[in-house]
């Protein structure tokens, strides 16, 4: 699924209503309905509502739903902020169909805003993505009374205040919705951490733009869904032994840390490699044994720590880096593992830790090698960024210039390929901030990698199974339950 920009956005709907075509006023109609049947849906008609407008075009989006809510029996309160003596056309359009049975309120200042009884849906209809300066004003008052009220407010496509594709100044006044229900297609602004209290859940509904547009234009932009993520799984066939589905390699594990190289192991067959050696250092191979027996080891000389890159040459699909430790012998092997392989590796954990400590190595990267960083581990690569805007920007950066993937974890983890392209992660939970579940997603892309699917498939297609499996886990135990081993039982193909 595509994510627009703002410019993008207009020129969709103005594509559609040229091209399917359909008249402005008509296609605020289609948006409006949209809405409402996600509405109805959530809450029952015994809920007073409360449908705050600006006169713009998001106003008279918000002037239609109210209409179709009073016709589907809601109780409904209009108010219109005059924040501005001019309407756009289809604001007044809206507004002469409300007809003589819906009045509404005017609020001119701080004096006329309302007193609203805690049952009451407040729905946001102020301000929409074209939004490109701080609000100010009577405005400002008013989204800080909506944020202020203990009522559940829903907001009409994106929350009035945020902007679509820029970051907001830190004291600019942004609703806080429950929910933002937004048309078409999702909104950068709803994928970065810094805007969570500014989106709340969000939903897409489908108002039937221009799937011509949608093909034909570029960006680089993109949210994994369901129908994104499958359509990379490569299917089985019949006569397929283990030899089909490659030899993974994956060297993890240090004293007090084997725990990493097990989680990383399962989850690396349960994605379905055909074969799997675990290079542990000594310490680690009973444990690699009893716990993993599917998986082969091989020990490396040195009794606590990785010292020696393993042998790779039937290796592919190649992970380094969950639980080694920074001993120098271990910044050794990793600068020998980069040389000798052949193909693509992930690079996880500690080992992010000694390329960031170790620059050098950076230029030893094989093409399309996948690291898979948190934020800090990020920093720690790239140096900081003052927002998640210019975090992106640096990922992008970053990766095509080490011709590298990057897979940024988070809430919804993006994954940023060698051409600058972003695609987000739909899957996933709170629930799994915890120990051990980086761990398992180093296995799961391994696994991807070994059986020979292009690294930025590996990527995205890792990044959503690992999330999916999550999300199950999460659905069986709870957030507060969850654990990393969790993630890895949940798996399924």
Not at 148 to 155: D, G, H, I
Not at 165 to 191: C, E, H, I, M, R
Not at 212 to 223: D, G, I, K, L, V
Not at 464 to 486: C, F, K, N, P, V
Request: net charge neutral; charged share 20%; with cysteine.
């Amino acid at each position: 699924m595509k994510i627009f920009n703002v410019e993008q956005i207009r020129a969709m709907d103005a594509y559609t209503i040229a091209h399917e075509p359909i008249a402005s006023i008509d296609l605020m109609e289609r948006a409006s309905q949209a809405f409402v049947r996600w509405f109805c849906n959530q809450y029952v008609n015994t809920r007073p509502i409360a449908v705050f407008c600006g006169k713009g075009n998001n106003g008279g989006d918000g002037l239609a739903i109210a209409r179709i809510l009073s016709g589907c029996g809601y109780d409904v309160q209009v108010f219109i902020v005059e924040c501005t003596l001019n309407a756009t056309d289809d604001f007044r359009q809206n507004y002469s169909r409300l007809g003589s049975h819906l009045t509404p309120r005017r609020i001119h200042s701080e004096n006329d805003l309302p007193q609203l009884g805690n049952k009451v849906v407040c729905i946001d209809a102020l301000l929409g993505s074209g939004l490109s300066r701080p609000v100010e004003g009577l405005l400002s008052i008013v989204i800080q009374y909506l944020n202020e009220l203990p009522n559940r407010l829903v907001s009409v496509d994106i929350a009035s205040g945020l902007y679509t594709d820029q970051p907001n100044n830190p004291d600019d006044v942004v609703v806080k919705p429950k929910y933002t229900v937004t048309f078409q297609l999702p909104k950068l602004a709803f994928l970065l951490p810094q805007n969570a209290e500014y989106v709340g859940e969000w939903h897409v509904v489908d108002i039937g733009l221009s799937s011509r547009y949608m093909a034909e234009t570029s960006t680089p932009y993109y949210f994994t869904d369901k129908f994104e993520a499958e359509k990379r799984i490569k299917l089985r066939q019949k006569f397929s032994h283990k030899g089909t589905f490659g030899h993974a390699v994956i060297v993890a594990g240090s004293y007090g840390k084997m725990g990493a190289a097990v989680l990383s192991g399962k989850a690396c067959l349960r994605s379905g490699v055909g074969l799997l050696t675990m290079h542990v250092p000594a310490c680690g191979y009973e444990i690699m044994q009893i716990s993993v027996p599917e998986a082969m080891a091989t020990v490396d000389e040195m009794e606590k720590y990785i010292s020696k890159a393993p042998d790779l040459s039937s290796a592919t699909g190649i992970g380094i880096g969950p639980g080694i430790g920074q001993e120098t012998a271990t910044v050794k092997a990793l600068e020998k593992l980069l040389e000798q392989a052949k193909g693509p590796v992930i690079i996880d954990a500690d080992a992010l830790n000694i390329l960031s400590t170790n620059r050098h190595l950076l230029y030893k990267l094989p093409k399309n090698t996948i690291l898979t960083p948190h934020p800090k581990e990020f920093q720690r690569l790239a140096g900081e960024s003052s927002n998640e805007y210019e975090r992106l920007e640096k990922a992008q950066a970053f990766a095509a210039k080490y011709k590298i993937i990057i897979c940024l974890k988070g809430a919804n983890t993006a994954v940023i390929l060698p051409n600058g392209d972003v695609h987000f992660n739909s899957t996933g939970n709170p629930g799994m901030a915890t120990g051990g579940t980086g761990d398992v997603l180093t296995g799961v892309i391994t696994s991807l990698l070994a059986q020979k699917y292009d690294p930025a498939d590996a990527a995205i297609l890792g990044v959503y199974q690992h999330g999916l499996a999550g999300d199950r886990a999460a659905e069986a135990r709870g957030q507060t339950a969850l654990i990393a081993s969790d993630v890895v039982e949940h798996l399924g193909w």
